[in-house]
């Protein structure tokens, strides 16, 4: 039986096994694997953000010391922290952390203002904060600090400064109902001994984005996230020769593990950092650190693709462009493989599963039409009508799946678990699909 954290359903025991006999459980955790990537890769380059680089070793120590630091500022494994952090460098290493404590990462978009942020906060009853003291104007650490005045839970605020800037509150301070804030930066001790943790425990939470009436949480296990990503590097070869360019959030789904930055830094590839994800900069990008692989939603592909005459970058580089998150037009696919010079992926990747994707090796009407196939061999998928009865292959029906990295329910969420999860363990989409008599689903 898998450990999971109150609030979260459990996989039942016959499918905990099935998955482990099949070896897509391996009972390691994420933040041990970043272990073992920095003594396979120590000297390679992990992360690369605004000319900055950091080494798999330096990566891993970075963790480490700031593990210590969340220790000895109280965080306790099992708790829970909101990490709201633009793409820097600070993100990989604090949701590591956390991981390394113990403790819930949350991830919540940095977009995200008080109704959303306190939403989740509460939901998680979180008792700690990391973001950007201010951030393209919009002020964090006010907004935590109301959250924190709100209710019992949030009483520790870590901020976040860019290099060469200071924070508008100083040091370390305490307010009057008790929160504490840090610098994030300060956040930094020497590391004491590794905690023993199990890999079914929940590893940290993501914003859902199915179709309820409010995102949830879902939780994403050691076990079942290192699985996706793994399987999905060697879905699209991914070596470490590859330089993967983090142009969307770094906390989505998509971004972050499919198969993303872990799925890169699990084969000593090399992850490329944008704050800026405008056309013109992120295309730039890809000409400086000859990017070979990324990941888009279709909006943006078109601004890339309007962009190219202008910039006038090279992107020779570039042999895979995953398009997710929205359906896309069959001419804005092909322009991708044309104007871009590489393979476009047509992609759905829900934060709670299913990860289907098109194939290398498919034929091009099968990548320019469908979202492609399960990722995993033990994918169990259904396409059923109104009345929940299975529909013939090529007639549309909502979309089904449970499987080795799709949880059982949200986080703390029984009466959305009710609606969109069945008795058997199914997670209702809410996506209307058909299936292609080559098994490839139009979604």
Request: with cysteine.
């Amino acid at each position: 039986m898998t450990s999971m954290l109150d609030g979260c359903t459990p996989w039942p025991p016959e499918f905990v096994d099935r998955y482990r006999s099949a070896g897509h459980w391996r009972g390691v955790t994420l933040d041990d694997l970043l272990r073992g990537w920095a003594l396979q890769y120590g000297p390679r380059t992990a992360l690369v953000h605004d000319g900055s680089r950091i080494t798999y070793a330096n990566l891993n120590r970075r963790v480490d010391r700031m593990a210590a630091g969340f220790r000895l500022r109280g965080l306790r494994p099992g708790q829970r922290v909101v990490v709201q952090l633009p793409n820097v460098p600070e993100f990989v290493v604090t949701v590591f952390a956390l991981m390394r404590v113990g403790a819930v990462p949350v991830i919540c978009p940095v977009s995200h203002r008080a109704p959303e942020v306190s939403r989740v906060a509460r939901i998680a009853q979180a008792v700690g904060y990391v973001g950007p003291s201010t951030y393209q104007g919009f002020d964090h650490t006010a907004m935590a600090a109301d959250i924190a005045a709100q209710g019992p839970f949030l009483r520790r605020v870590f901020t976040f400064e860019a290099p060469g800037t200071s924070s508008p509150y100083g040091g370390m301070t305490t307010d009057p109902s008790g929160c504490h804030y840090f610098p994030l930066g300060s956040v930094d001790s020497p590391p004491g001994p590794a905690l023993a943790r199990s890999a079914g425990q929940v590893a940290f939470l993501l914003p859902s984005c199915d179709a309820v009436a409010a995102p949830q949480l879902v939780p994403r296990t050691h076990d079942d996230y290192a699985y996706q990503a793994r399987a999905a590097a060697e879905l699209v070869s991914l070596t470490e020769n590859d330089v993967y360019l983090a142009a969307r959030p770094a906390g989505s789904n998509l971004t972050f593990g499919c198969p993303g930055i872990v799925g890169t830094l699990s084969v000593g590839g090399t992850v490329v950092l944008v704050e800026d994800m405008g056309a013109a900069a992120s295309l730039s990008v890809v000409e400086r650190e000859r990017v070979t692989v990324t990941s888009l939603v279709p909006a943006v592909a078109r601004l890339w693709l309007d962009a190219l005459g202008s910039v006038e970058a090279d992107v020779s580089s570039l042999r895979l462009v995953q398009l997710g998150g929205a359906p896309l037009d069959r001419a804005t696919t092909a322009r991708v493989g044309a104007e871009l010079g590489c393979r476009p992926q047509q992609v759905l990747a829900m934060a709670g599963g299913p990860l289907t994707l098109t194939r290398t090796a498919d034929p091009d009407g099968t990548v320019l039409t469908t979202r492609g196939r399960p990722l995993s061999p033990d994918d169990e998928i259904r396409l059923v009508d109104a009345d929940g009865e299975d529909v013939p292959d090529g007639e549309p029906g909502e979309l089904l799946a449970r499987g080795p990295y799709t949880p059982r329910g949200y986080y703390r969420a029984p009466d959305d678990d009710i609606r969109s999860f069945t008795t058997d363990g199914y997670f209702r989409t809410g996506r209307l699909a058909r299936r292609t008599p080559d098994g490839n689903l139009v979604v």
